[in-house]
């Protein structure tokens, strides 16, 4: 790729942003969440500012234009961060963008003293769970339910 990739962290003020971004991906890719778009797109400004305060939320951009999102959090065990809220826009991927996110996130937590963090991928999307394999990510055996008949599972790696 031979434009740069930049990731900056949004801030509630940048809530429009992340609102026009996360709906897009939950419009395009709604298998790879537990979330819905019907559901989201419904939320008042002040959870979408909320939403930036409560999670770590990032945005990859190549020359000015949006490309991925990722987010990043406390996860349920002590020390553990939570990946959650991946996606790479599809004019943008197989060109990095998705693994600079990754790996953006792991330097993040790294920095907020995390030593491991998880992450749940829907076993549709074979993409992710290779990309997240890539970046040192092993399925640690929990399988839940994210919809009637759809499954997902966790994956973990030592920061």
Do not use: C
């Not at 559901?39 to 930036?52: D, F």
């Not at 963008?97 to 999307?125: C, E, K, P």
């Not at 992710?128 to 599972?153: C, D, K």
């Amino acid at each position: 790729m031979s434009s740069a990739i930049e990731v900056r962290r949004l801030g509630p003020e940048d809530w429009q942003l992340y609102r026009r971004v996360r709906l897009a991906a939950l419009k395009e890719a709604p298998y790879a969440f537990g979330s819905t778009y019907e559901r989201e797109a419904q939320a008042p400004e002040s959870r979408w500012r909320q939403t930036l305060v409560d999670r770590a939320r990032f945005v990859a951009e190549v020359d000015g234009v949006v490309a991925g999102t990722v987010s990043g959090g406390d996860g349920d065990a002590t020390g553990a961060a939570a990946m959650t809220a991946m996606w790479v826009d599809p004019r943008f991927r197989r060109q990095g963008v998705g693994g600079v996110l990754v790996l953006h996130l792991i330097r993040w937590a790294r920095s907020a003293r995390y030593d491991q963090m998880f992450l749940w991928v829907t076993d549709v999307n074979a993409n992710a769970e290779r990309l997240y394999e890539r970046n040192g990510f092993v399925s640690t055996g929990a399988v839940q339910e994210i919809r009637p008949g759809e499954l997902e599972h966790e994956m973990s790696r030592k920061l």
